[in-house]
Protein backbone atom coordinates (compact mmCIF):
# COMPACT_ATOMS: atom_id res chain seq x y z
CA UNK A 1 0.00 0.00 0.00
CA UNK A 2 1.48 3.48 -0.71
CA UNK A 3 2.22 5.75 1.92
CA UNK A 4 1.86 9.57 1.65
CA UNK A 5 5.12 11.46 1.58
CA UNK A 6 7.25 12.11 4.18
CA UNK A 7 8.06 15.69 4.72
CA UNK A 8 7.94 18.42 7.41
CA UNK A 9 5.76 21.40 7.36
CA UNK A 10 6.38 24.01 4.57
CA UNK A 11 7.84 26.73 6.70
CA UNK A 12 7.05 30.76 8.26
CA UNK A 13 3.39 29.27 9.08
CA UNK A 14 1.18 31.34 11.44
CA UNK A 15 -1.63 29.28 13.62
CA UNK A 16 -5.23 30.51 13.06
CA UNK A 17 -6.91 28.44 14.84
CA UNK A 18 -6.00 24.55 17.13
CA UNK A 19 -8.69 22.26 18.14
CA UNK A 20 -8.20 19.65 20.26
CA UNK A 21 -10.48 15.99 20.27
CA UNK A 22 -11.07 12.88 22.25
CA UNK A 23 -13.51 11.74 20.00
CA UNK A 24 -15.37 11.37 16.30
CA UNK A 25 -18.51 13.02 18.59
CA UNK A 26 -16.78 16.38 18.50
CA UNK A 27 -16.30 16.27 14.50
CA UNK A 28 -19.05 18.12 13.76
CA UNK A 29 -17.87 20.98 16.16
CA UNK A 30 -14.96 21.15 14.04
CA UNK A 31 -16.03 21.07 10.68
CA UNK A 32 -18.17 24.45 11.61
CA UNK A 33 -15.75 26.27 13.49
CA UNK A 34 -13.34 25.34 11.12
CA UNK A 35 -15.88 26.87 8.01
CA UNK A 36 -16.02 29.96 10.48
CA UNK A 37 -12.37 30.43 10.79
CA UNK A 38 -11.59 29.85 7.42
CA UNK A 39 -13.93 32.93 6.45
CA UNK A 40 -12.95 35.04 9.02
CA UNK A 41 -9.08 34.89 8.73
CA UNK A 42 -9.18 35.62 4.66
CA UNK A 43 -12.72 37.65 4.41
CA UNK A 44 -11.35 39.53 0.94
CA UNK A 45 -10.99 35.89 -0.22
CA UNK A 46 -14.84 34.75 0.84
CA UNK A 47 -16.50 34.93 -3.00
CA UNK A 48 -13.94 32.82 -3.80
CA UNK A 49 -14.07 30.05 -0.16
CA UNK A 50 -17.10 28.18 -1.36
CA UNK A 51 -15.32 25.35 -2.96
CA UNK A 52 -12.00 25.36 -1.16
CA UNK A 53 -14.04 25.35 2.16
CA UNK A 54 -16.08 22.67 1.52
CA UNK A 55 -12.78 20.46 0.22
CA UNK A 56 -10.94 21.15 3.26
CA UNK A 57 -13.80 20.28 5.74
CA UNK A 58 -14.25 17.21 4.30
CA UNK A 59 -10.37 16.92 4.12
CA UNK A 60 -9.71 17.97 8.05
CA UNK A 61 -13.00 15.45 8.56
CA UNK A 62 -11.24 12.75 7.63
CA UNK A 63 -7.65 13.36 8.82
CA UNK A 64 -9.43 13.94 12.13
CA UNK A 65 -11.49 10.98 11.90
CA UNK A 66 -8.36 8.67 10.83
CA UNK A 67 -6.48 10.26 13.84
CA UNK A 68 -9.24 9.28 16.72
CA UNK A 69 -9.40 5.69 15.05
CA UNK A 70 -6.30 4.64 14.43
CA UNK A 71 -3.68 7.20 16.76
CA UNK A 72 -3.70 8.25 20.09
CA UNK A 73 -5.19 10.82 22.36
CA UNK A 74 -5.77 13.22 22.15
CA UNK A 75 -6.20 14.53 18.46
CA UNK A 76 -5.22 17.92 17.67
CA UNK A 77 -5.84 19.77 14.26
CA UNK A 78 -4.46 23.08 13.17
CA UNK A 79 -5.31 25.59 10.91
CA UNK A 80 -2.04 27.19 9.41
CA UNK A 81 -1.50 30.01 6.90
CA UNK A 82 0.55 32.29 5.13
CA UNK A 83 -0.03 32.68 1.73
CA UNK A 84 -1.68 29.28 1.75
CA UNK A 85 -3.77 27.42 4.19
CA UNK A 86 -2.50 24.31 6.08
CA UNK A 87 -4.01 21.77 8.14
CA UNK A 88 -1.80 20.03 10.50
CA UNK A 89 -3.47 16.83 12.23
CA UNK A 90 -1.33 15.36 15.14
CA UNK A 91 -1.99 12.21 17.08
CA UNK A 92 0.56 10.59 19.61
CA UNK A 93 1.24 7.67 17.52
CA UNK A 94 4.74 8.61 16.45
CA UNK A 95 5.34 4.26 14.85
CA UNK A 96 2.27 4.22 12.79
CA UNK A 97 2.81 5.01 9.16
CA UNK A 98 0.38 6.15 7.18
CA UNK A 99 -0.92 4.50 3.97
CA UNK A 100 -3.17 5.36 1.20
CA UNK A 101 -5.78 2.77 0.89
CA UNK A 102 -5.51 1.42 -2.93
CA UNK A 103 -7.66 -0.68 -4.60
CA UNK A 104 -10.53 -1.41 -2.35
CA UNK A 105 -14.61 -1.44 -2.59
CA UNK A 106 -17.20 0.63 -1.89
CA UNK A 107 -18.40 0.35 1.47
CA UNK A 108 -14.78 -1.40 2.92
CA UNK A 109 -13.56 2.10 3.87
CA UNK A 110 -10.02 3.75 4.20
CA UNK A 111 -10.12 6.63 1.42
CA UNK A 112 -9.77 9.43 4.05
CA UNK A 113 -6.26 9.88 2.61
CA UNK A 114 -7.05 9.04 -1.13
CA UNK A 115 -9.38 12.32 -0.44
CA UNK A 116 -6.93 14.35 0.74
CA UNK A 117 -4.62 13.54 -1.69
CA UNK A 118 -7.18 14.56 -4.72
CA UNK A 119 -8.03 17.51 -3.52
CA UNK A 120 -4.93 18.96 -1.32
CA UNK A 121 -2.19 20.49 -3.41
CA UNK A 122 0.66 19.00 -1.64
CA UNK A 123 0.37 16.44 1.65
CA UNK A 124 2.69 15.06 3.98
CA UNK A 125 3.62 13.91 7.07
CA UNK A 126 6.56 13.57 9.61
CA UNK A 127 6.80 12.26 13.23
CA UNK A 128 8.82 13.55 16.13
CA UNK A 129 9.20 11.55 19.33
CA UNK A 130 5.49 11.97 20.33
CA UNK A 131 3.69 12.43 17.95
CA UNK A 132 2.69 12.24 14.14
CA UNK A 133 1.71 14.75 12.33
CA UNK A 134 -0.37 14.44 8.75
CA UNK A 135 -0.53 17.62 6.94
CA UNK A 136 -2.34 18.66 3.82
CA UNK A 137 -2.14 22.37 1.91
CA UNK A 138 -4.75 24.80 -0.13
CA UNK A 139 -3.60 27.68 -2.14
CA UNK A 140 -5.72 30.66 -0.91
CA UNK A 141 -5.94 32.22 -4.91
CA UNK A 142 -6.23 28.94 -6.53
CA UNK A 143 -8.16 25.70 -6.52
CA UNK A 144 -5.84 22.96 -5.56
CA UNK A 145 -4.08 21.09 -7.96
CA UNK A 146 -5.13 17.45 -7.34
CA UNK A 147 -2.17 15.52 -6.07
CA UNK A 148 0.33 15.72 -3.43
CA UNK A 149 3.76 16.98 -3.95
CA UNK A 150 6.73 17.01 -1.97
CA UNK A 151 8.61 20.00 -3.02
CA UNK A 152 8.55 22.89 -0.29
Request: a negative charge.
Amino acid sequence: MPSIPLAPLPQHLETVQTWTLDSVSELGRLRRELSEALLESHPEHAAAHGELTEGMVLVCSELATNAIKHGRPPTVVRLLSDGVYVLDVMDHDPVSIPAIARGRGAGEGGFGLVLTDMLAARVGWYAGDETKHIWASFPLDERPDGGSDVDS
